[in-house]
């Protein structure tokens, strides 16, 4: 319902300027200095973007973790506090600012009481709405109870088909901060009705789809409508998963008997972004939390992999320009799009978007298109680009994490256990991560552009928010998925770089002193030529891959054993003549049996006790994670979530491993480990 194409109004854009000062803000609220010097509003959203976007996720997190109450005006409503009145829900209580706030609610229904007397002619108050605004009315009671009952044309019932309860929940906080604005024509009893169901935790049943955004979200809107007037359809859940009635609902915070509409407040609940913008705020504060873990993740990847760190030298994204990439090299602008997406969701939540927009101060109903949601799919649209982006990224890590011709010497699926041939580690997952990674591009892309002629080609433009916003909460849900993989993964990896570490050790203490007793000294004290041997046959332990070998270190057919004879061969043919006027039995040649035989021996016998100390959690050589910055989410995964090395012998799947990891991502409890990674941190790129 495109309303300036319902309704001729006269005027001209000149008018603007009669608009009070304060209300062109980009967040809602006033702005100190004169409007004019940003009268597009392009210099409040720079402002936005200021500083680095670690300390906005940072502000972001700590806002919704301490927020004990949400008060709203109209204004300076932030993504964090519609996240946590939609999540924490017994912990967050709801408060409407009446000081602020009530007089010019009641002054905007007043005018549209007055102007229904006087019989002027407004858009939904005496008119038809949509392609049949041509229609009039004198009856403005009945015209709000229709407008809600054809309205009422969703699907509520079944698996799948109702908004989930936290976007619901958003969803009403988002629609009542718009109402109060003072711009809608509402009385305030409604909307403090609305914050009592907020706070009771009476929560209506709204259908998932059948809005396309475009005069707002009329259908899903209309259900809460129906709770506050009491239709017979209406349906609510209570905290403990009881349904109810709307009515019956009202009726436990206080409200005796529904409302009964007056002219325009109908109209003024369903004409808004308010369910579209309400997910995507949702959307916008796991996207932004899981880029700053993603981050981590790349970091991680490049500790394991024993990457050169010169891919994040400072002076490589400076002379790229992007301030993105510059605070984060791994991810480049993929962050400064889902930092722009936020802000843009926050400038929607606290505008006024529906129609006709009632001007109390200059006596007009102005009739726009404030309604049209393109901002929440457009922003939703580039979320999901950015999302898709950095699931692609993570699984070309994690390919290369498992695969033996590219991860630096860490075993092939990267297994574990003792025995690889009955042993294979992330094979499965491999396979799960690929399906996740599909999903995800094939969700990159674009709603916006497959609009739909609606309502008799009314809204034969139209933005599709909603849709877009629910398929970036599907996205967000796969990289959560694809996150607790990588994590596991992630971890399972500097396990094994840690057993690699601790398995070289032995190796190499095993051939020093095995070096030192059969090829040093002869029976006499007698200094041999094989003692030269020694740091050659060091070198190999040292080159040559441990898990290469280390399931069986004397086999013929591995390469340990083979090399280090290469090597003592390689002695005794450079010592040449000098090798044969050796005593019998004193020369390199005729001890390599002697070497191997006793390299045999204690090898196989100190290769199993160190690996079974290992898995006790006993070794003399430390984890060099704990010295990293990454660490806390190391020793959360390990520590908090009890996960551990996997391997065949302790029968544990990946999938339980994944699964508890998963978990801890959805429930935020990663948000911590996450912030004390970057404690400390400057800010600045190469700053610790």
């Known amino acids: 319902m495109v309303a300036g194409m319902e309704v001729?109004?006269?005027?001209?854009?000149a008018t603007i300027s009669h608009v009070s000062k304060g209300h062109l803000c980009a967040n809602g609220g006033a702005h100190s200095t004169d409007s004019s010097f940003d009268a597009l509003n392009w210099a409040e959203a720079a402002r936005a973007l200021h500083g680095p976007h670690f300390e906005d996720v940072k502000r972001m997190v700590e806002r919704f973790e301490g927020c004990a109450s949400v008060t709203m005006k109209g204004e300076l409503?932030?993504?964090?506090?519609?996240?946590?009145?939609a999540r924490r829900q017994a912990d967050v209580f709801v408060r409407l600012d009446e000081a602020a706030a009530r007089s010019r609610v009641e002054e905007s229904a007043a005018w549209v009481a007055t102007h229904m007397c006087r019989g002027t002619d407004t858009y939904g108050v005496t008119t038809g709405f949509g392609a049949t605004s041509h229609r009039r009315t004198d009856q403005g009671l009945e015209l709000q109870k229709e407008l809600i009952r054809f309205l009422n044309a969703g699907v509520i019932s079944g698996s799948g088909n109702e908004l989930p309860?936290?976007?619901?929940?958003?969803?009403?906080?988002?629609?009542?901060?718009?109402?109060?604005?003072g711009y809608s024509g509402i009385r305030w009893e409604i909307l403090d009705a609305v914050r009592q169901l907020l706070n009771a935790r009476l929560t209506p049943k709204l259908p998932l789809r059948g809005t396309v955004t475009a005069s707002g979200d009329l259908v899903p809107?209309?259900?809460?409508?129906?709770?506050?007037?009491?239709?017979?359809?209406?349906?609510?859940?209570?905290?403990?998963?009881?349904?109810?009635s709307g009515t019956e609902a009202l009726r436990r915070v206080g409200v005796e008997r529904p409302f009964e509409l007056q002219p325009k407040e109908g109209l003024a609940i369903v004409n808004g972004t308010s369910v579209g913008a309400a997910m995507a705020c949702l959307v916008c504060y796991d996207a932004n939390v899981v880029a700053v873990l993603a981050e981590l993740l790349s970091a991680m990847f490049c500790e394991v992999m024993q990457g050169k760190p010169e891919f994040a030298d400072p002076l490589t994204h400076r002379l790229k320009h992007h301030p993105g990439q510059i605070e984060a090299a791994a991810l480049m602008e993929y962050i400064e799009?889902?930092?722009?997406a936020t802000q843009m969701i926050q400038r929607e939540i606290n505008s006024v978007n529906d129609n006709p927009i009632i001007d109390v101060a200059r006596d007009k109903a102005l009739h726009g298109g404030n309604f049209q949601g393109t901002p929440v799919g457009v922003a939703m649209d580039n979320v999901r680009l950015a999302l898709a982006a950095i699931g692609k990224l993570m699984f070309a890590q994690f390919s290369e994490l498992v695969n033996d011709y590219y991860n630096g010497g860490l075993p092939s699926n990267l297994t574990g256990g003792p025995v690889p041939s009955l042993d294979y580690g992330y094979k499965g997952a491999e396979i799960a991560m690929a399906s996740y990674t599909s999903e995800l591009q094939f969700l990159a892309n674009p709603v916006t552009s497959h609009v739909q002629s609606a309502e008799q080609h009314n809204q034969d433009v139209n933005s599709l928010g909603l849709i877009s916003a629910r398929k970036s909460a599907e996205s967000i849900e796969i990289l959560k998925l694809m996150m607790a993989t990588y994590v596991s993964a992630i971890?399972?990896?500097?396990?094994?770089?840690?057993?690699?570490?601790?398995?070289?050790?032995?190796?190499?203490?095993?051939?020093?002193?095995?070096?030192?007793?059969?090829?040093?000294?002869?029976?006499?004290?007698?200094?041999?030529?094989?003692?030269?041997?020694?740091?050659?046959?060091?070198?190999?332990?040292e080159n040559e891959s441990v898990f290469a070998y280390i399931d069986d270190p004397c086999r013929a057919e591995y390469p340990l054993l083979p090399r280090l004879r290469q090597v003592l061969v390689e002695?005794?043919?450079?010592?040449?003549?000098?090798?044969?006027?050796?005593?019998?039995?004193?020369?390199?040649?005729?001890?390599i049996k002697r070497f191997e035989s006793e390299l045999k021996t204690q090898l196989e016998a100190q290769v199993k006790l160190a690996r079974a100390n290992f898995d006790k959690g006993v070794s003399n050589v430390p984890n060099r994670i704990s010295s990293c910055r990454s660490y806390p989410i190391y020793r959360f995964v390990r520590s908090e979530i009890g996960t551990e090395l996997l391997?065949?012998?302790?029968?544990?799947t990946p999938g339980e491993q994944i699964e508890a990891i998963h978990v801890a991502i959805c429930d935020g409890r990663f948000v911590g480990p996450i912030m004390e990674c970057l404690k400390g941190w400057s800010c600045t790129p190469g700053g610790c």
């Open 491 to 541: 971890c399972q990896a500097i396990d094994l770089r840690h057993l690699e570490e601790v398995s070289k050790a032995t190796v190499r203490n095993v051939v020093a002193q095995v070096a030192k007793k059969t090829l040093s000294t002869g029976p006499n004290g007698e200094p041999l030529p094989g003692r030269f041997a020694e740091k050659d046959l060091l070198g190999v332990v």
């Open 165 to 181: 309860v936290d976007v619901t929940r958003a969803s009403m906080l988002v629609r009542t901060n718009t109402l109060l604005r």
């Open 8 to 13: 001729a109004v006269n005027g001209n854009a």
């Open 221 to 244: 809107l209309s259900y809460l409508a129906g709770v506050v007037t009491g239709r017979p359809n209406s349906k609510v859940r209570t905290a403990t998963g009881e349904e109810i």
């Open 647 to 652: 391997t065949n012998p302790k029968n544990v």
């Open 77 to 85: 409503l932030e993504v964090a506090d519609v996240v946590a009145v």
């Open 337 to 340: 799009v889902i930092r722009v």
């Open 571 to 591: 002695h005794a043919l450079k010592n040449g003549e000098s090798e044969a006027e050796q005593p019998p039995k004193s020369g390199v040649f005729s001890r």
